[in-house]
């Protein structure tokens, strides 16, 4: 069985460009959700998606947005960077949405 | 505002002892905890997670204790291993138990444990 997959690993950008992650989830999971980390602190909610609808979001602005595709694997894009934008970006999918995350191995953002 | 604390930045222990790991939560609506590890370059592994109406759950060598009252867990590692070393992030969840819909974990800042030879 497949576990949660990530895409690119790492991924340089220059403030005000726009950058696409991608995640495939866990075979047969139908919930991702998106976190980021910056160093030193523990992963904070982005969003969540649920059969290709955001259920929940966190506190992070509209440049901020998502997709979950019809085989639930998904996308966070981020337009507008900023240096703060810096982080490891991690998805996590679920059975179902009460269900245990599962981390896919991250991707790492440098904005310079 | 910290709603999952982890005031340990760092803990070290010998092979074979106990390592004790502490969380602090301040969110009486959190009713779903987990403990992930997480290693260098990779992302965090799930290792065991508690539901609000229980007060305690064994997997192994590692037990996790729930202290509503109190609102703290600890994760219990009997006996420490080497390649236990790595980041432990205390999560918690709200809604498991009363079948809300969004189930988004918030984390603490995690422990460094070293466990040495």
């Known amino acids: 069985e497949t576990g949660v997959t990530q895409s690119p690993t790492h991924l340089i950008k220059t403030r005000g460009q726009q950058v696409t992650l991608r995640c495939s989830s866990q075979?047969?999971?139908?919930?991702v959700s998106w976190y980021q980390q910056a160093l030193g602190q523990g992963p904070q909610f982005i969003f969540q998606y649920y059969r290709e609808e955001e259920n929940g979001r966190g506190n992070f602005p509209p440049r901020f947005s998502g997709l979950q595709f019809p085989n639930y694997s998904s996308e966070l894009n981020v337009n507008a960077l900023e240096l703060d934008d810096s982080a490891l970006y991690l998805c996590a999918s679920s059975l179902q949405r009460r269900d245990t995350q599962y981390f896919g191995p991250g991707t790492r953002l440098t904005v310079l | 505002d910290q709603q999952v604390k982890q005031n340990s930045p760092s803990l070290s222990v010998q092979e074979g002892r106990i390592s004790i790991l502490n969380c602090d939560y301040t969110?009486?609506?959190?009713?779903?905890f987990l403990w992930y590890k997480k290693y260098p370059a990779e992302g965090p592994t799930f290792l065991i997670s508690i539901s609000s109406i229980k007060d305690k759950n064994e997997d192994g060598r590692f037990t996790v204790f729930l202290n509503k009252s109190a609102k703290h867990l600890s994760l219990h590692i009997v006996p420490s291993q080497p390649g236990d070393s790595a980041v432990y992030f205390c999560?918690?969840?709200?809604?498991?138990?009363?079948?809300?819909?969004?189930?988004?974990?918030?984390f603490g800042k995690g422990t460094l444990l070293t466990v040495n030879p």
């Open positions: 075979s047969g999971h139908n919930t």
């Open positions: 969110n009486s609506m959190f009713d779903y």
């Open positions: 999560a918690a969840s709200g809604g498991y138990n009363s079948g809300g819909s969004n189930y988004k974990l918030t």
